[in-house]
């Protein structure tokens, strides 16, 4: 089993995040029971929580539900922050997504999604953080197809060895639209 562990001790996320496991998952009970496992138990979506509480949970349900849970919670986020309004294609989303990702995180190292190669109808990114890679490929799914009008995009790793599941520092995929 993987171990999500922060990337600097003093980091932390802003609540409205943490709120896509309660949104992401059909037990609601369940989740918040996992949330309250690491002391969340009341959620503030303006407040700053502890990133390694939040990577505890999902350890947690990545052991006891899977990787479609995970999945879940990651296309969930679209539906408890507000996704930037003025981007209005795949291009700019992509060029967009690390300053995105940035404003739901400080106080210390968070990682970082790095776009290497962008193409008219795909997007390389590394994704250096530590968060499961279901829980990326939903929350990337959500965030690209909202500027693909809606439309559906592929993603999928560019090397299956070179993946955080394999104790790998980063995932890197590869998303077309």
Known sequence: MPDYSALS???????????AIVEGLMNKDYARDVLAR?????IDPDKWYPEQSWLNAF?????????????AI??????????PEDIDNPHDAAERLN??????HHGGDSGRYILTDLEDNAARIISHNPRPCAYDMGFLSAY????NDGQP??????DDMCCRKMQYPECIYIIRW
Not at 153 to 158: A, C, F, L, P, T
Request: charged residues 25%; aromatic residues 12%; glycine residues 8%.
């Open 144 to 147: 690209m197809e909202k500027y």
């Open 59 to 71: 350890t947690d349900i990545a052991s006891e539900l899977g990787d479609a849970a995970l999945y």
């Open 153 to 158: 995009v592929k993603i999928e790793h560019e």
């Open 74 to 83: 990651g296309r969930s986020l679209s539906k408890v922050i507000d996704f």
């Open 9 to 19: 001790p003093s980091a932390v996320v802003k609540g409205r995040t943490m709120l």
């Open 99 to 104: 300053d995105f990702y940035q404003s739901f």
């Open 38 to 42: 690491y002391g969340i138990t009341e």
